[in-house]
């Protein structure tokens, strides 16, 4: 069964801890990104990678860090340098064709709290 | 800097009926990617429609269609024969050749579909 998976659903965390959250796809997508959600407003770009050991910083990649050691595999850790980082995180993949970026698709999202 | 501009905060409908979303943006790019995603309650993002910028024609799927005015700048969705399961938050993205990788997204509607 095809997709993106993310873990956990949901995850807490303590001030002043790092936290990984877990992207995973067997899509055979080249391209992985992570986006921030916030409460009532839209999708902001964390990173992106389009190559294994290649990732780019997005909007608001302040406070995260990410590695891309494996195609199918793209986590996101929230360090404590990160501010305000209650939100909800979602995954995506795509394809890439003739350079540019084709249609993205998302993942269930985790939901972080900060205790 | 590319913008996405979705006016209508909430938007409701009676079933059945037809209703159409707004999204206007702002590009000065000639080669682009506009889309419309769905969140539900769930908050996973399902993809919609997708409409080349190139593509004269109007996209459409199933039930939902859009209305591409690229002088215009205007992306609209058309839902018909509006279902109980319709009801979530609709967000218009962009896509641009130079944006390699980002997504650039509007604040979103929230559609609500009365029984």
């Known amino acids: 069964d095809g997709g993106i998976t993310q873990s956990p659903k949901y995850l807490f965390r303590k001030e002043g801890q790092n936290v990984t959250l877990s992207c995973e796809q067997n899509?055979?997508?080249?391209?992985m990104y992570w986006y921030r959600q916030d409460p009532g407003q839209g999708l902001r770009l964390i990173y992106y990678?389009?190559?294994?050991?290649?990732?780019q910083k997005g909007d608001i990649a302040e406070g995260y860090s990410v590695s891309r050691e494996k195609k199918e595999s793209f986590p996101l850790t929230v360090t404590s340098a990160q501010k305000n980082p209650t939100a909800f995180y979602l995954c995506?993949?795509?394809?890439?064709?003739?350079?540019?970026?084709?249609?993205?698709?998302f993942g269930p999202g985790t939901r972080l709290t900060v205790l | 800097a590319q913008t996405v501009t979705q006016s209508q905060p909430e938007m409701s409908v009676q079933e059945a009926e037809t209703v159409t979303l707004s999204c206007t943006y702002d590009t000065s790019e000639s080669d682009y990617y506009l889309f419309w995603y769905k969140q539900p309650p769930s908050r996973q993002m399902i993809l919609v429609i997708r409409q080349e910028a190139y593509k004269q024609q109007n996209a459409t799927e199933n039930r939902f269609s859009v209305n591409f005015q690229k002088a215009a700048k205007s992306f609209s969705l058309k839902i018909s024969d509006s279902q109980l399961g319709d009801a979530a938050m609709y967000f218009c993205?962009?896509?641009?050749?130079?944006?390699?990788?980002?997504?650039?997204f509007g604040q979103g509607t929230t559609l609500q579909v009365k029984p």
């Open positions: 990678s389009q190559i294994v050991n290649d990732f």
């Open positions: 993205a962009y896509h641009g050749s130079s944006n390699t990788g980002k997504l650039i």
């Open positions: 899509l055979n997508h080249d391209a």
């Open positions: 995506a993949s795509s394809w890439l064709a003739g350079g540019y970026t084709a249609t993205q698709y």
